[in-house]
């Protein structure tokens, strides 16, 4: 069992969401290792205790657990397979959790690299954006061994609440792509609900208070549409990186042999967004696809 006695964590990728999360492991008691491609970035949490260092390669030597929570699965496959990175690196019995979305393929590669030296390997994708981070409320999606998921588990109850192993390697990832695939439809539907109650003259935080509790309701309409009724476009989860999700999906959708017509409507509207210099706002911000 991995205990704060036991155990040295390594952290990648202190973002919007990671940086809540190495908030929470710190908190729980385990010592911890970072790694930020900017150290100033890491700065509150150094504050607070973490130690940083300057490479993948070093976390590797130092943690006998890492997580990384970075960008594009090109960060994925450079932080875990370059040569400075974790699984080259590595000591055997490690274990490396990749809570990223990322590519079902790449993770299944990962873990088969990883297999070779004795590493164990997960892939983990979350959901749940900014909130989900801060309030330790994440939903965690897992695949690899399940006896390596076992081990894990009490460590990442540290991050979320719903934390459920779904099959080999590789499958965290895909359930991944399930979770997007529901967003992207929802989103559009309640930034049209908004659009709609505005145009019919009506209060939009009043008929959320219908609306939400309803058939409609999701946690999109509970958190992300009253900042869009507030004009806060702030991430709680960026939408460059909501594009690259949806790609991962199509993708993976044409392997499978089947069509996503409703996906592949976000992710136009999405990209139009991008286009016009909203990549780095939230996923909210599809309001101004109508405004």
Known sequence: MLTPKNTVVGFIGTGVMGKSMAAHLLAAGYPLVIYTRTKEKANELIKRGAKWVSSPKEIAQKANVVITMVGFPYDVEEVYLGENGLIPNGQAGSYFIDMTTSTPSLATNIFNEGKKKGIHTLDAPVSGGDIGAKEAKLVI??????????????????????????????????????????????????????????????????????????????????????????????????????????????DEAEKLGIELPGLSVAKSLYEQLADNGEENSGTQALYKYWA
């Not at 460059?240 to 790609?247: A, E, Q, T």
Request: aromatic content about 8%; hydrophobic content about 45%.
């Open 141 to 250: 999606m897992v695949g690899g061994e399940e006896a390596d998921f076992k081990t894990v588990t009490p460590l990442l109850a540290t991050l979320g609440t719903n934390i459920v192993y779904q099959g080999k390697a590789g499958a965290g990832q895909h359930t991944k792509m399930c979770n997007q695939i529901a967003i992207a439809s929802n989103m559009i539907g309640i930034c049209e609900a908004i659009v709609y109650a505005e145009k019919a003259g009506l209060d939009p935080e009043t008929v959320l208070k219908s609306i939400s509790t309803g058939a409609a309701g999701s946690w999109s309409l509970s958190n992300l549409a009253p900042r869009i009724i507030n004009g806060d476009f702030a991430p709680g989860f960026y939408i460059k990186h909501f594009i690259k999700d949806m790609k991962i999906a199509i």
